[in-house]
């Protein structure tokens, strides 16, 4: 049984691509092998007269996506130096290395997949992309906070390159209804083959189930002849399956990882966070633990055998054709991470245990998995909790109760008899719904009649509101903030925070308000203003409120302040560690970071970082 391909395109929608704009470059074969096999294979098929004399000279060796990997030209582009070529006469810029680097990769590809840290230059890469791979116009999809500052840098950066015709678009405006036919249009403007679409934070489109990525391999389906920059940070932040399908949109059949679902997924279970790989995984990444390393491995214990399979990887994907990945992570500044100690109020140590022991909000709400739970204590952690603010101040009680104890029976079948098909509330839901039918009658059959069986759960939910416990943390940051000889900034990620920041007198940036270049004490968003942002010219010290959980969003963030142009000897971040969940969430980033290292190479804040408590005020 031959394995569909990543992309999933079945003979259909080969057969009206190929009809409309001949055989894609990443494969589109009727029998649904994975792209580039049947012809590195040959096919030997009647019909195929050029696999009929070969066969019959000697027998196609064909190979399985991990040999294919390992045999793909090593390239090294880090002699290249194409200012020259691509600066207007004139021009007092110059190229960086790692841009030069970039646009000698798309010269020998046509098309890029770039693991290149915050503030090197990602942008003038894709803006002379089309340059590098003789397109005329540019596609260059971005986050929707960075848009406004592309289109300043765009008018700039053209008076010194040879920067051609680029349509901005951000990845939420293809995400809406309206956006389902916004690329092809453009392809009804231009010939495919003059096409190149830069993706910046590629990592965007990593889930293949949101419709801004479905519009994108649609498009590229539609349009095979379109070349494909890929760039981002953290091109995978937690397992290789985030950069799978985009590798292969950029680099097609010299994608650097595999493009069949047994290989990747034995890839991912030997290289992930969070990956548990058995006998069988092992074996299929052999040919690539062989070709860098000597030692059998078998013969090494299981922890270091998980951080040499990475490396593995990591000298494989940098070497590839059409990827470049940055190897300066410092910067002439050094960067510094430490902790901000706080004392705990007594309220909150009781909402912390509740949440904890009764498995429930301060005001009794039940959590339905751990996810709820944990979101939670990061709240109370904060000060506040939300509550459902009922009109006119009088609760459904029906709706409350039903759907409580619903919640409540969800919650003791995750805890107690979670197993494989019945590990999320979804498939406990589905499960218990066919018990029902057949007869069921206990606790959690009736919990389900009472809450699904009945009009209830289809009452719209009332609206949230914030309910303060104790904004200790936030009084404890403004004053921190205020003691600073430099202006500070308080990064936030909760609505609530936000309101009662502005309510102390600080002033907050969040959504639709961008921060001025002149630094001063205020508050940031980090969904705002995490990405894209350049704001190492007016600050140097910050204070994570609520410390994320990932990796990528710490490296995003942190490269606001620490990036090239960043005049202070050292830049430095607090982060409040007080309870454990804001203990685990850096340590889960930390975690990540170090994964997103070994794979790609391209170092990581929190990896490189010097963490000390002697700077805390």
């Known amino acids: 049984m031959v394995d569909r391909p990543i992309w999933g395109n079945g003979r259909r929608e080969a057969d009206q691509t190929e009809k409309r704009r001949g055989k894609a470059p990443w494969g589109n074969h009727a029998d649904d092998s994975p792209p580039g096999l049947a012809r590195l294979a040959g096919e030997t098929s009647p019909d195929n007269p050029f696999a009929r004399k070969l066969s019959s000279r000697r027998k196609i060796e064909k190979l399985t996506e991990t040999q294919r990997v390992i045999r793909l030209p090593i390239r090294d582009y880090s002699t290249a130096d194409k200012t020259a070529k691509y600066a207007k006469p004139g021009c007092s810029w110059e190229l960086r ?41 540019t596609i260059f999809l971005a986050p929707a906070s960075t848009i406004a500052q592309l289109e300043q840098n765009y008018a700039e950066l053209r008076r010194q390159f040879k920067i051609g015709t680029i349509a901005f678009i951000s990845y939420g405006r293809l995400s809406r209804p309206d956006g389902t036919s916004m690329l092809e249009r453009y392809a009804q403007k231009h010939n495919a083959s003059d096409i190149v679409l830069v993706c910046d934070e590629v990592h965007k489109i990593k889930r293949k189930e949101s419709a801004r990525t479905k519009r994108v391999i649609r498009f590229l389906r539609d349009n095979p002849e379109v070349k494909v920059v890929g760039m981002s940070g953290t091109l995978t932040s937690k397992g290789l399956k985030d950069m799978v399908h985009i590798a292969e949109m950029a680099l097609r059949e010299n994608s650097p990882l595999p493009r069949d679902r047994t290989h990747i997924n034995a890839w991912a279970e030997c290289i992930d966070v969070d990956g548990k790989p058995g006998d069988t995984d092992w074996k ?81 709400d039940p959590f339905t998995d751990d996810t709820s739970q944990w979101r939670a204590l990061r709240q109370i952690s904060t000060g506040f909790y939300y509550k459902w603010n009922w009109p006119n101040g009088v609760p459904d009680e029906e709706w409350l109760d ?41 606790i959690i059959h009736r919990a389900w009649l009472g809450w699904f069986g009945t009009s209830l759960n289809k009452r719209p939910p009332p609206p949230t509101v914030a309910v303060w416990i104790d904004d200790y943390l936030v009084r404890d940051a403004v004053a921190w903030a205020c003691a600073q000889d430099d202006p500070a900034i308080l990064w936030y990620q909760s609505r609530a925070v936000e309101s009662r920041l502005r309510e102390l007198g600080v002033p907050v940036y969040g959504a639709g308000h961008n921060p001025p270049k002149q630094g001063h004490l205020c508050g940031m968003s980090i969904r705002a203003h995490g990405v894209g942002k350049n704001l190492q010219h007016g600050w140097r010290t910050q204070l994570v409120l609520e410390p994320p959980s990932s990796g990528n969003v710490w490296e995003q963030l942190l490269g606001r302040t620490h990036r090239p142009g960043q005049e202070a000897d050292s830049v430095q971040a607090y982060m409040y560690q007080h309870t454990e969940a804001f203990q685990q969430a850096i340590a889960k980033a930390r975690e990540d970071a170090l994964y997103i290292q070994d794979t790609t190479g391209s170092r990581q804040k929190l990896v490189y970082c010097t963490y000390t408590g002697d700077l805390v005020g």
């Not at 008899?417 to 007869?439: F, I, K, M, Q």
């Open 97 to 137: 290395p790692i841009q030069s680097q970039a646009l000698a990769a798309l010269e020998d590809a046509h098309g890029g997949l770039f693991s290149i840290g915050v503030g090197w230059g990602k942008t003038l890469i894709g803006m002379l992309a089309a340059h590098a791979v003789d397109a005329k116009f």
């Open 402 to 442: 039903a759907r409580c104890e619903w919640n409540r029976c969800v919650r003791r079948e995750l805890l107690y008899s979670s197993r494989e098909g019945y590990d999320s509330p979804l498939l406990v839901a589905n499960t218990v719904s066919r018990e029902v039918l057949e007869g069921g009658r206990n």
């Open 284 to 364: 299929a990444v052999v040919p690539l633990w062989r070709k860098y390393n000597d030692v059998h491995i078998m013969r090494v214990r299981y922890g270091d055998r998980r951080r040499m399979i990475r490396l593995a990887f990591q000298k494989r994907f940098g070497s590839a054709p059409g990827v470049v990945a940055s190897k300066e992570g410092a910067l002439g500044c050094s960067l510094e991470i430490g902790s901000r100690d706080v004392v705990i109020p007594r309220a909150i140590r009781e909402a912390l245990d509740m949440a904890i022991d009764e498995e429930a909000t301060p005001d009794g």
